[in-house]
């Protein structure tokens, strides 16, 4: 604490992301990060990128990506953002669109991020209850106070919503912003793009960190109505004209070219998500139905923590969340077959073995 | 202008960056970026980390960068924050250390960027004149309300403070923060890092994209009591966890590595500067005296705007700010030898067949 600071920042909790252990001893299971790396495509863009032109800035209006994106979705190019990660997009979000002292609806357990950027913008927030099942309780976002933000999937859990539930909350607030982070939906989910066309009031962000294996080089989009994307454009302009990077504007635009890889990936971890959700089921676990590339499990017989634990004695880095109602959960990234083999082994063992478990 | 937009954005007007032109048509003296490109081992450097680690956050304490960075300062690593830009950082300052109401004091001629972060995040500000000569009247900065920012050297004029004179200002505001941009500082200026240790309110921000030719990847330092830099940390920590990414992280290492180019091609723009600022004059140019990688300039017979369009018509752009007291000069940063001999020939030729000079 120094007499120097604001009073929101003496005041502020702020975001903890999950360990970055810069070894390579662990496996790591932890961010959500894809095991596979980006496309060759990508790598050979970068090596062409690097060149004397990085003594110039980059295109602040991030236009060639602008254009990449829009032709993938089949949106125009005023719809969409591009900005250094979908959490500062989030953020920018949070200030384009909410006053201080509105009030935000989410979920209880979702991103934590969310309550961040709110306590920063000094605005106020209203957390929904999940039902028992972990499912978003849609009606209770029919009357939102200012505006409302849900992620789809919702991350710990990785449950999808229906893109009609969606809409069906976009009918109900058709004065409010609906932001909806899609940070996960590339894993199974069913994207709620195409309502950007007939909705004002949907902002979907995005990120190139999951699906598209460039979590090292920070790109997340923002896709809505032309005039979402300029409010969002105008906190960008006044907070840091240049965000993305020349490497990653380059990087982000063959990521989208190159759809063969995009999905050959993206079907590895579906299928490795379903198998370890079955064969974790089978060792008695707990695992929530998840579209996103990460499982939620808890064991009834076995703290979280203690497996937790037992996985970091064995080099598994995973997510641990000290919090009400999920604190005997784990969040469990999809990694390479071989990840979650090795995963699977270790918690096997262990249970096998564990005190409370022998007859 | 939306409904979805939140008050300050409906209001706010962001800053409008020199332009950026996609094609290679022309010399670009308008946006200060290095006519040399990054050093060789910054390229390699770049060329080796596109690889598949970028599936991988980056490092979200950016630690070995600033370890580097203390090192070549003589500093502590706790000293030391990172950013994506100098600009970001500068916007993260606002946050850290003014509430909404304070009042912050800068220059009435200054980087135009300070008035728009203030604004966003409602601060007040309080403009200060510069002298007729364009100097800081230090002395006004005795009694600053609630901190101070000020840019040494100052943009667009160029022109320097002398270190005693910003410890005068630390130690007449000891209980204020006082920020120094310091992104032109290499270029002859000499920097306040030696006050770091001394006085627990200066902020030091610096920019990598001048003097280490890397705008395109948008890296900037803070420098400052850990205190100063915490707070820093915990406005970064509350927007996007990883706001660097890997490929900037190890070229910006590699940037400070390599002293002896830094040196050799900022020697080389020093050297550019002072004699285009000689030769100006023998045109008839006022040229200020500047210590950074431009020159801000004034005919007295002929008007800026026209001295804009006669460069832009000849492929050249320079920067051209519409405000009091500075709307007859022209800001031109500094090129290679090549290019500037060409910038001055076409305003040699032109001033020659002025309509106004004629005799």
Chains 1, 2 share one sequence.
């Not at 209006?61 to 993938?72: Q, R």
């Not at 229906?162 to 932001?179: G, S, Y």
């Amino acid at each position: 604490m120094s007499k120097y600071w604001s009073n929101i920042i003496k005041k502020i909790e702020p975001y903890v992301p999950g360990e970055q252990p810069q070894d390579k001893h662990f496996i790591k299971l932890n961010t959500n990060e894809n095991p596979y790396p980006p496309s060759e495509k990508v790598i050979r863009a970068i090596k062409n990128a690097a060149n004397e032109d990085l003594r110039l800035y980059p295109d602040p209006t991030c236009n060639s990506l602008k254009k990449t994106v829009a032709d993938y979705y089949n949106l125009k190019k005023e719809q969409i953002f591009v900005g250094n990660g979908s959490d500062e997009i989030l953020a920018f979000s949070f200030l384009a669109f909410f006053n201080p002292g509105d009030t935000i609806f989410f979920p209880d357990i979702t991103y934590d991020f969310y309550q961040v950027y709110a306590s920063l913008f000094r605005i106020n927030y209203r957390k929904i209850p999940l039902d028992n099942n972990f499912n978003i309780p849609i009606e209770k976002f029919y009357e939102a106070n200012d505006g409302i933000i849900i992620a789809n999937p919702n991350s710990p859990t990785g449950i999808v919503i229906q893109v009609d539930l969606i809409e069906n909350i976009l009918k109900k607030n058709p004065n409010k912003i609906v932001i909806i982070d899609e940070a996960y939906i590339d894993f199974g989910g069913e994207s709620s793009i195409n309502l950007i066309n007939k909705y004002p009031n949907i902002l979907i962000i995005q990120s190139l960190s999951k699906s598209r294996s460039l979590a090292g080089l920070r790109i997340g989009i923002a896709l809505g109505d032309k005039d979402l994307i300029e409010g969002i454009s105008r906190v960008k302009n006044s907070i840091n004209s240049y965000t993305v990077d020349r490497i990653a504007l380059i990087a982000a635009e063959e990521a989208f070219k190159d759809q063969k890889y995009f999905e050959k990936i993206r079907n590895k971890i579906i299928i490795e998500r379903d198998m370890i959700s079955r064969k974790l089921r089978g060792l008695g676990f707990k695992v929530l139905d998840s579209k996103a590339n990460f499982i939620f499990i808890s064991h009834p017989e076995v703290h979280a923590l203690q497996l937790f634990n037992e996985l970091r004695e064995n080099n598994i880095l995973v997510r641990y969340f000290n919090q009400p109602r999920i604190d005997n959960f784990l969040r469990v990234s999809i990694g390479t077959d071989s990840d979650m083999e090795y995963f699977y082994s270790v918690l096997k063992d262990f249970l096998y073995n564990a005190p409370s478990m022998q007859k």
